[in-house]
């Protein structure tokens, strides 16, 4: 008893460690950066640097995590909580997954091998994604991680654990989640089947059956718990803009308005009006509400010209077929995309467990038939982003690491299996020898980006410092001259009440955006930007053409005058109205 309990510690401690060498060595070299602006501005909600205290309600995630991260920033004001949250899921992952993987493995040159491919692969595979931080991505590896101690493990405390892992992801990104389920669930499937060989039949069914319920049910809880919390007038309203809104920008395009004049005026809204739709900053205007963004929203989808849904997805297919087999190296983090090495480490990965079973001969038909659902499954995944043509690498990265957790998971169950052990064994060392080499690769792409965005920053930091070193002042930032930046996690954190806001983007008219503005006195942008010691930040090759036709149009005469620049890139405008 004493000699297992020490085996467990050490194991603890061994994967600890691996976990804290690779997150020293990415600290040493890197610097944290939020990935998004909508981290960045879910940091700032949490934070109580948006409206001056922690919001429990952050828009984006569920109400349960974000009210407890709120509570947490009430207790550690000046800490960066959401950061050392999204890090701490991380890097959480691959330790399960390390530890796991030492804990069940006894045989010493197996457990070598598992090893230095999981570290190799994180190396290889995460780098970027663990030094540019985004809450999607995160969950996809919960999600991933999740499917892994499935295939792996066994017993009451491992079954509380997945669901867990799962309620939690399904908080932080419920629509990740979702998309992650069948993944997961192929997991599920195949340890119900596996199980299901042995003796126990009935017990096995009803563990499985109560596992899934209580699972379910705890996704359901989260979910009406959110329900709860958001059902106020006011919410719903807001979120009812929000879901327009998020429809309208992310999958139509905003219809001009010579073209369409005769519904944008059945509907209400003036050239200057739509003109803020187009450039975001339609937060200055009162009248566009969700009605309205609905409308518009609807118009936009009834009028698109929609490419046949047979050719959509024969385009989607010929996409989704050139990824599979392209490995080049990377260029960028994110463009051009490229899905090496995950899409060549994932096909070595079904070639290896394919072959080991295809030589067991009958008692391999499982591992083959499920290796054939499981790629049913996720070319129906690939085809729904690439059809919907939202594939970013946050999600298709995601997907691919899921899956990968998952074949791993097999692989290592039966990586000292007489009948597998060769073929397991070695498609890992292909697997680290492929990783290896993608690792200098991953390094560059990696250091290029914090160049990029450290040279893109800077004006920003000059820009943050001025506005902050003005305390006495109001600025409303354009919002075109707003999303270059990309914060720092771990760089001067400070929690205070920002004294700036942009003139659209998602928490636009939100209760939170209504708690910060009688934060400093405003009734509405609108007013608010011909206040005194109220300006305007845009950048200097924008045009503010649009702003003096919006406040002409709505019969208010102003002249705009510029009192200052800032790193020679953006323009601080005093509006005043004419008497």
Not at 282 to 288: A, H, N, Q, R
Not at 412 to 428: P, T
Not at 519 to 537: H, P, R, T
């Amino acid at each position: 008893m004493q000699s297992s309990k020490k085996r467990t510690l050490l194991n603890i401690c061994i994967a600890a460690g691996i976990t804290a060498v690779i997150m020293l060595m990415i600290a040493a070299l890197f610097d944290y950066y939020f990935d998004l602006n909508d981290d960045v501005l879910m940091k700032d909600l949490l934070s109580g640097s948006y409206t001056g205290t922690p919001a429990a309600h952050n828009i984006q995630m569920l109400y349960p995590v974000s009210a407890l991260i709120s509570l947490l920033y009430r207790l550690f004001r000046k800490t960066n909580v959401y950061g050392i949250f999204l890090c701490l899921c991380q890097y959480a992952c691959l330790f399960l997954i390390l530890h796991r993987t030492i804990n069940i493995e006894k045989n010493r040159i197996a457990k070598f091998i598992a090893v230095t491919a999981q570290v190799l692969m994180y190396l290889g595979c995460l780098t970027g994604h663990l030094i540019y931080v985004q809450y999607t991505f995160t969950v996809a590896m919960m999600a991933g991680t999740a499917a892994f101690l499935v295939i792996t493990g066994s017993g009451r405390s491992n079954r509380i654990l997945v669901c867990i892992i799962i309620w939690l992801s399904f908080l932080v990104r419920s629509e990740m989640l979702l998309l992650m389920l069948p993944i997961a669930g192929m997991a599920w499937g195949y340890r119900f089947i596996s199980d299901y060989k042995e003796e126990k039949k009935k017990e096995i069914r009803t563990i499985y059956f109560r596992w899934a319920l209580i699972l379910f049910a705890g996704l359901l809880i989260c979910k009406g718990i959110d329900v709860l919390a958001y059902s106020s007038d006011r919410w719903t309203e807001f979120r009812n803009l929000f879901d327009s809104r998020t429809e309208l920008y992310d999958y139509q395009t905003i219809p001009d308005y010579e073209s369409n004049r005769d519904f944008y005026e059945s509907i209400g809204l003036d050239e200057t009006e739509v003109e803020l739709l187009f450039n975001y900053n339609f937060g200055l205007d009162e009248e566009i509400d969700s009605k309205t963004m609905l409308q518009v929203a609807e118009y936009a989808k009834s009028i698109k010209e929609e490419t046949p849904m047979p050719q959509r997805i024969k385009a989607a297919f010929s996409k989704y077929i050139y990824r599979l087999h392209h490995f080049g190296f990377q260029e960028g983090f994110e463009y051009p995309q490229t899905d090496a090495p995950w899409n060549l480490i994932i096909l070595i990965m079904y070639l290896s467990i394919c072959i080991a079973a295809v030589l067991r001969k009958r008692e391999g038909i499982f591992e083959i038939a499920f290796l054939a659902v499981l790629f049913i499954v996720r070319s129906l995944l690939w085809m729904y982003i690439l059809v919907g043509e939202r594939d970013p690498i946050r999600i298709t990265h995601g997907l691919m690491f899921a899956e990968m957790a998952l074949l791993l998971g097999i692989m290592i169950n039966n990586i000292s299996s007489n009948s597998w052990k060769v073929y397991v064994r070695a498609g890992l060392i292909i697997v680290s020898v492929i990783s290896a080499i993608y690792v200098p690769n991953n390094m560059t792409v990696s250091q290029l980006e914090a160049e990029d965005r450290k040279m893109v920053n800077e004006p920003y930091i000059e820009l943050y410092k001025y506005i902050d070193d003005k305390s006495e002042n109001f600025y409303w930032i354009d919002v075109y001259s707003s999303v270059s930046y990309s914060e720092k996690m771990f760089t001067d954190t400070d929690n205070s009440l920002d004294n700036f806001d942009i003139l659209g983007g998602w928490a636009c008219k939100s209760p939170l955006q209504d708690a910060k503005l009688k934060a400093f006195g405003f009734k509405d942008i609108q007013s608010s930007l011909l206040s005194e010691n109220v300006y305007l930040v845009v950048k200097s090759e924008y045009s503010t053409d649009w702003l003096m036709s919006y406040y002409n149009n709505k019969g208010v005469g102003i002249e705009l005058s510029e009192v200052d620049t800032v790193a020679d890139t953006f323009r601080i405008i005093k509006v005043n109205e004419k008497r």
